[in-house]
């Protein structure tokens, strides 16, 4: 990483641990007005410079399963908890991976070569007028009674290929999980392909296997639940919110709102919900949680973690069988081993499942990912986008397959069931990750919805709206995916799906999918911190409990800076003498212009 700090002299350092809770004491001198982080991205010679976690030692603890607990285990050790202080100077992040970007890029660095080779003496030398106003007031309370905040967040996807699920059906659900988005010290930076695309990709490639097998998915004796969370590291926001929806009774008043409900044909106006999809899922029937976490591409162990040991062997057992098996088939499929198998009894890292754990402590949940003890050292960092395509796809679809098979024969009571005729498409997971890292413009893309000139997307969150929620890229994405492997298309009088071009030419309740109008049981979810609650008669938000997920996200004015040449100390005095005794004269000359003008032309 480069970090230029711009103040009367230019700084350059390049180590990544440059921007640290001990740099950012430097505002103190007054010397330090603003930082430029240049983000190694696409540079060169930035290449082979380290990374440390911007987030907390713990990420999420206070708002887990384990939150009352002493003594948790350190997941990041190398957390310097960077992301969650408070600044008051502008700090800008800087990734020169567009023409833009590095036009911008090219005259920062131009501008730090010409005031090093001036020596940062030999005036004039180039400084940088930063212009970055953010209206957020002192806490999150404060700041939505003002109207300068809006809730972190956005909308999570659930989908099931079962049709016909509801609430009173007594039927087992396996649900499968992933994170949507990460987080990172500049939102706009954000990928995270080890921290949550790794998962998300895995568990796409799940689904797709699932649904390639002879027998519907649908028609198995248990539901398989597919749920991909948004703004989990903010407070496990998205899973909180859902888990939070599924089990609270839904009251319907249709009562008068502030402003119209945003959905058409909306089920419920007050509240406001665009379907009631999520009330047919109960809480009781989730029988088994398997969530894919940061897998990473370092090795080919998947570790598999567990909150109830005993509780959860079973479901640990049935995966490492299957993955020894594939194992013993092709030598490049991930081994899945117990975390704790060597005696230390870590528990869950922080993940989703925690969020249906503190409801329902007896489901057996596994949580996989790359590490045994602790995250790798990108977690929710601005760097955490590098990846060797080749090797993460090998591992990610060797996972894939193994899950996919094990959860098959989980949810039918067959055992007749072979797990060879459910495979993961490599392919697919290879087309997942480059379009969901390099170029979201890619070819597969345009198989759901047009969209050009878009390398890297963020994957940060962003802000729930209630005016108008809508999905970002990847939720509209996976959503988009997920209706089309799990839905059912309408047959036209020839008994050929029903084509479409835009959901308007669909039936109510429908979608277009892939150029097909399809029924399914995909859906949005809101997310957003539980301890926030809007009251749509009025339209605000407000805190209704300090204790949980209250994140809200400032108001900014468009960011913009510019670079200029300034004099030295001593000929600004110069300018400033100057220029005060040209104002003297001119007011000198005034005065007697005016008393000469009177007295030549008799003006009164």
Avoid at 192 to 214: C, H, K, M, Q, W
């Amino acid at each position: 990483m480069l970090l230029l700090l711009f103040s009367p002299t230019a700084y350059s350092h390049r180590k990544s641990s440059t921007l640290n809770p001990s740099t950012i004491p430097l505002e103190a001198t007054r010397r330090v007005t603003g930082i430029i982080a240049l983000l190694n991205g696409a540079t060169n010679h930035l290449d082979g410079l380290s990374s440390v976690s911007p987030d907390s030692r713990c990420p999420n603890a206070q708002f887990g399963l384990y939150a009352t607990e002493p003594n948790p285990h350190i997941w990041n050790p190398q957390g310097n908890g960077l992301i969650d202080e408070s600044f008051d100077i502008p700090i800008y992040g800087l990734n020169p991976n567009s023409n833009l970007s590095t036009q911008v890029y090219n005259a920062l660095k131009s501008g730090v070569d010409f005031n090093k080779r001036r020596n940062h003496q030999q005036y004039p030398l180039q400084a940088v007028d930063f212009n970055l106003m953010m209206w957020a007031a002192r806490d999150s309370s404060t700041c939505l009674r003002r109207g300068w905040c809006q809730p972190v967040g956005g909308l999570s996807v659930f989908s099931t290929p079962s049709q016909e699920i509801s609430v009173d059906d007594n039927k087992p659900i396996i649900v499968l999980t992933a994170a949507l988005d990460s987080r990172s010290l500049f939102h706009d930076l954000t990928v995270g392909v080890d921290t949550s695309i790794s998962g998300l990709v895995t568990l796409l490639s799940v689904a797709e296997a699932i649904n390639r097998n002879p027998t519907p998915p649908g028609k198995l004796d248990k539901h398989i639940l597919y749920t991909l969370f948004t703004a989990e590291s903010w407070g496990f926001a998205g899973s909180q919110r859902f888990v939070q929806d599924i089990i609270q009774p839904f009251v319907c008043t249709n009562s008068t709102r502030s402003s119209p409900c945003p959905y058409p044909n909306a089920p419920c106006t007050l509240p406001c919900v665009q379907d009631l999809k999520f009330k047919r899922i109960n809480m009781d029937n989730i029988e088994t949680i398997i969530e894919f976490g940061s897998i990473g591409s370092d090795n080919t162990t998947v570790w598999a973690h567990v909150d109830d040991g005993s509780l959860s062997k079973p479901l640990v057992q049935s995966l490492q069988t299957q993955s020894i098996a594939n194992f013993n088939i092709n030598d490049s499929s991930p081994l899945i081993q117990s975390a704790d198998n060597d005696g230390i009894q870590r528990r869950l890292p922080p993940s989703s499942t925690m969020s249906f754990l503190k409801q329902k402590r007896t489901t057996k949940a596994v949580v996989l990912t790359g590490y045994r003890d602790e995250m790798d050292s990108s977690y929710n960092s601005d760097l955490d986008n590098q990846v060797d395509l080749g090797q993460l796809t090998r591992k990610l679809c060797g996972l894939a397959n193994v899950t996919a098979q094990a959860v098959y024969q989980q949810a039918s009571s067959s055992n007749n069931t072979s797990p060879t005729s459910t495979s993961a498409n490599c392919t697919l997971v290879h087309e997942l990750l480059d379009c969901l890292v390099f170029n979201f413009s890619c070819s597969y893309m345009q198989n759901y919805f047009n969209v050009s000139g878009l390398d890297e997307v963020s994957h940060y969150a962003s802000v729930y709206s209630f005016n108008a929620p809508q999905p970002q890229f990847i939720p509209r994405f996976v959503f988009s995916f997920l209706a089309g492997i799990t839905g059912t298309a309408r047959l036209d009088q020839n008994q050929q799906p029903s084509a479409c071009n835009r959901i308007q030419d669909c039936q109510a309740g429908e979608y277009c999918i892939r150029q097909k109008c399809v029924n399914t049981m995909t859906s949005y979810h809101p997310a957003y911190g539980t301890g926030l609650q809007i009251d749509e008669s009025t339209g605000k938000i407000v805190v209704k409990d300090s204790t949980k997920g209250t994140y809200t996200e400032s108001t900014w004015d468009s960011p913009s800076l510019r670079m200029f040449l300034v004099p030295s100390r001593k000929q600004q005095y110069i300018e400033l003498v100057i220029g005060m005794l040209w104002t003297t004269i001119s007011i000198v000359f005034v005065i007697f212009a005016r008393r000469y003008a009177k007295s030549r032309f008799k003006l009164d």
